[in-house]
């Protein structure tokens, strides 16, 4: 019988098979599959002889079955099962060998990729991430380690010439075929690292990559950016003024000011603005605009924009008797405040647990709410507004929002941005801007305010444009909660005596 004949006769009997110059071994292995041994050797005879084969094959068995336990260990710590590319840790592996010394690596991440799998399902969100998979093979792969390393996380690690934030555009320019077909446009934001400095080790790459990914998000989400070694420094400083931030406010570090809130025409003062401010325990105080965003992103704004609403009706409800009825405070709720499915609910409950009509409260919200679900966003203003609370658009003409997006929302009032009114583009008190703000507030049938008001000509210019009410320091700096009723006092003898001597 040739060989490959006694082979096949010995795969499809399943046992060791013997003639005068060879024999053929079975080794069952796991899974099916089977390892065949044939051995040019003369024939042994004898019990013994056969008692030392079956030992013979059990053991190169056990062989077999942990060489392919091995194989798939391996697999699993070097594979992504899902795509079928390197996963981290091969490509980890890849950047400390340096195939490419003087190349670069990329980390990219697709923009929204989580709005795909909560909106559609995680089976489309898969099929997306093998399609995307599949092109970065196709265009890269002969210059270039694709890999996915994490989520909607990709790692590129190849030429420098090949690796680049234009090739990566060029990737995502035209639209992915999902399903049946069905074209998807996809946008992808990379953070880039040059692998020229030998002294940096895979996960160190990685990091950097990382870094720089982040850096391109929040500055220019959709394009990329490479990594420099003073962002590693900025990072840092991030991490530790947010550790700052969180340990002020368990301690009650952080506390609200309030501005008043003046109608032009009567000086009479309708309402007040709260502030957030945080003095650090070494007395310095740090900006609102550099602690704010930092809150915001680490999703620390939540429970911050929680203890600001209380600490803010707390002090309307101490106004009893000081104030008039119908003045009002305004807080503002940040985009991802706002966007929490009970906010509205969890708001009302405080005006009730806390004996506030919400004829005396006002809300303020950037431009930045009118990005998610319009339909769902004028369902929540809709609820506030019948409860007798304000809204209004702060730091209108600064953003994005649409005017068809701003005829559906249920707002009262537009705040002008201090941009518009005592910075440059104020053009010498012409107001320009601001009078073009006016005219399609008193279209949309909402009152107006100004922002930034230093002097008296600003004031007067407003007024005569059509602006209602106005803030800034011409009229107060934010003052503390102790101080507020004291200027209310002098602010209001002041008025009077003007009054009379008119």
Known sequence: MPATALLRHTLLQQTHQLRDDALCLHIAGSHGSALLLWLQVAPLAGGLARGLLQVFASHAALALENLQLYLSINDLAFTDPLVRLPNRNAMVVALERRQWPDGTLALLDLDGFSDINSVLDEHFGDTVLCAVAHRLVTELSAHALVARVGGDLFG???????????????????????????????????????????????????????????????????????????????????????????AAFSEERLFLHYQPLVHLGTGRVVGAECLLRWRRSDGRMVPPDIFIPLAEQSGLMIALGQWVVRTALLWRRSLRGVV?????????????????????????????ELQVPGAQVEIELTESVAVGNVQQLVAKLTQLR?????????????????????????????????????????????????????????????????????????????????????????????????????????????????????
């Open 386 to 502: 019948a409860a007798g609370v304000r809204v209004a658009m702060d730091d209108f003409g600064t953003g994005y929002s649409s005017l068809s997006i701003i005829q559906r929302l249920a707002l009262d009032k537009l705040k002008i941005d201090r941009s518009f009114i005592s910075g440059a583009q104020a053009q010498n008190n012409t107001f320009e801007i601001a009078r073009t703000i006016i005219t399609l507030a008193e279209h949309l049938q909402l009152a107006t305010t100004a922002e930034g008001i230093e002097t008296q000509e600003q004031c007067e210019a407003l007024l005569a444009v059509g602006c209602e009410l106005g803030q800034g320091y011409w009229f107060s700096r934010p003052l503390a909660e102790a101080d507020f009723p004291q200027w209310l006092h002098h602010y209001s003898t002041s008025q009077s005596q003007g009054e009379s001597n008119g």
């Open 156 to 246: 590129i690690y190849g030429r420098a010439d090949r690796v680049t934030a234009e090739n990566l555009a060029r990737i995502f320019a035209q639209p992915f075929v999902i399903n049946d077909g069905e074209p998807l446009r996809l946008a992808a934001t990379a953070g880039l690292v040059q692998m020229s400095n030998t002294s940096i080790s895979g996960v160190v790459a990685l990091k950097h990559a990382g870094v720089a990914l982040k850096q391109a998000k929040s500055r220019a989400r959709g394009k990329s950016m490479y990594f420099e070694p003073t962002q590693i420094d900025a990072a840092s400083d991030r991490m530790h003024m947010l550790n700052r931030l969180r």
């Open 324 to 352: 008039d009825e119908d003045f009002r405070v305004a807080i503002n709720v940040s985009h991802a405040q706002f966007a929490e499915p009970n906010f509205v609910d969890v708001f009302l409950l405080l005006l009730c």
